[in-house]
Nanobody, 126 residues
Framework: QVQLVESGGGLVQAGGSLRLSCAAS????????MGWYRQAPGKQRELVAV???????EYTDSVKGRFTISRDLAKKTVYLQMNNLKPEDTAVYYC????????????????????WGQGTQVTVSS
């Protein structure tokens, strides 16, 4: 099994910063794209940023220039540095991995798709 554990959420004033972390655990042989999504009350979950296995990243327009996604392959961890936060950034932030290759006793290795963390609340006050 693979688990994603998020940390770093909290309450911050507009203009402030937070850094989210998401660590993947399990008998992991390889991880593909890692990303952050968010869901505000009454809204659908949306993509915030992703970092591909090759290291390139993509962002939704509303966070470009303010958020930075990065990953540490050795630690199997993805980070989201959020600067100049705005009240509209308030949401539950979820970590996602689109594909993980796990060590498996019976088969040698097995693929697991679309893994989600439990979410961490980010609240930005005006």
């Amino acid at each position: 099994q693979v688990q994603l554990v998020e940390s770093g959420g909290g309450l911050v004033q507009a203009g402030g910063s937070l850094r989210l972390s998401c660590a993947a655990s399990g008998s992991i042989l390889n991880i593909n794209t890692m990303g952050w999504y968010r869901q505000a009350p009454g809204k659908q979950r949306e993509l915030v940023a992703v970092v591909l296995s090759g290291g390139s990243s993509e962002y939704t327009d509303s966070v470009k220039g303010r958020f930075t996604i990065s990953r540490d392959l050795a630690k199997k961890t993805v980070y989201l540095q959020m600067n100049n936060l705005k009240p509209e950034d308030t949401a539950v932030y979820y970590c996602n991995v689109d594909w993980v290759l796990l060590r498996d006793q019976a088969m040698g290795a097995k693929s697991v798709y679309d893994v989600w963390g439990q979410g961490t609340q980010v609240t930005v006050s005006s």
